[in-house]
Structure formats: C-alpha cells, structure tokens
C-alpha cells in the first residue's frame, strides 16, 4: 500500500494536488485484515503531511492489523506521517529519506538531529 503526496481528510484538495484519500486507503485496510490470502501489510510513504485527523485514523487502522506490518519510508515521511511511519510492528526509513516532526507552537529553540538508525520496532526493548 502506498501512502504518497498529501493525506486528504476531511478537505478536497485541489486536482493537481499528489494526494492519498483516506476514505481510499480504509477499505484497503479492512481488506488486509480480513482477507486470508493476504499474509501481510507493506506501507510505502513519501509524504508531506496533510490533514491530522485523517492521518491519526489511517494510523489508527494500521496499528490494530493483526497480521504483520512494516512501513519504509523513501522521501519524506513529515509531519502525520511520523506516526504514519510508526503505526507498523517494524518501521524502515531509507537513508536518503527525511522525517520531519514540528512542534505545535514556535516560541522556544527547536533542535533538529539526524536519523542515525534505520529500524524502529516495537517490540525491541
């Protein structure tokens, strides 16, 4: 499954616009789940971020697939995407690729640090 260019909730974005429909990748989910042919889920993200609510719920679906999941990030995973990226049991961000995780409110320092691992994994220590 491929999760590329904005996530698109609950606005319509223009037409030129790369984007990924949520309403689009939830009935792709619940297939994943349910169908018994399909051993697994891989998510392939480059995206810029999008609309937060969207992106929580789409996260929210991937994180409760009991079969197994891994995202891999090539180009960018910014902004919802992060926990786009980390809703999967093992997560890949290739090492050309940015993640991008912005505060709220801009009125302090911000530090920004390189990746220098390329495996998140919740079931490592």
């Given at each position: 499954m491929t999760i590329i260019g904005q996530i698109e909730g609950h606005t319509v974005l223009p037409p030129q616009t790369k984007s990924t429909k949520y309403e689009h990748i939830f009935p792709q989910l619940v297939n994943v789940e349910e169908n018994p042919n399909i051993k697994g889920l891989l998510v392939i993200l480059n995206t810029v971020g999008g609309d937060v609510e969207a992106g929580l719920a789409i996260a929210e679906m991937i994180n409760s697939i009991t079969k197994p999941t891994v995202s891999l990030v090539v180009g960018g995973g910014?902004?919802?995407?992060?926990?786009?990226?980390?809703?999967?049991?093992?997560?890949?961000?290739?090492?050309?690729?940015?993640m991008i995780i912005h505060p709220i409110r801009m009125n302090g320092l911000v530090i920004g640090v390189p990746l220098n691992f390329c495996l998140f994994s919740k079931d490592a220590g």
């Open positions: 910014h902004s919802i995407g992060v926990p786009l990226a980390v809703a999967t049991k093992y997560s890949f961000i290739s090492p050309t690729a940015t």
